[in-house]
């Protein structure tokens, strides 16, 4: 199975700057992750600790924000954790199905979705 990058833009719901980088679309994790020093520096404050599980299974508590999410021009609002120094960007499931994309396993580039699933 191949990876699928695309590139995200955050912005603070209260300042207007922005972060915007290559994220890797993780289809198994459910928030993104961006680096907490990216976020500070556009203005996105912490609102929340949640244990989140990683790949290996170990469990961490990370703070998250709120950001303005945009993916291939479509944007919604949702969590980003603050990530340590070096992570890879990451876009979760949540904020891409939200914009009404899924990952096609076969070109595994992003497509949109006829419409978004309200049931």
Do not use: C, H, N, W
Request: net charge negative.
């Amino acid at each position: 199975m191949g990876l699928t990058r695309v590139v995200v833009s955050l912005k603070s719901l209260t300042s207007g700057d922005i972060f915007q980088a290559q994220f890797l679309v993780d289809r198994g994790a459910i928030d993104s992750v961006a680096p907490a020093s990216e976020l500070t520096k556009i203005g996105i404050k912490a609102i929340g600790r949640e244990p989140y599980e990683l790949a290996d299974g170990t469990i961490i508590v990370f703070e998250y924000g709120l950001a303005e999410i945009t993916v291939l021009s479509k944007t919604t609002a949702g969590r980003v954790i603050f990530g340590p120094e070096g992570v890879e960007p990451i876009l979760g499931v949540t904020a891409l199905e939200s914009v009404g994309m899924v990952v096609d396993p076969a070109s595994l580039t992003l497509k949109s979705l006829p419409a978004i699933y309200l049931k």
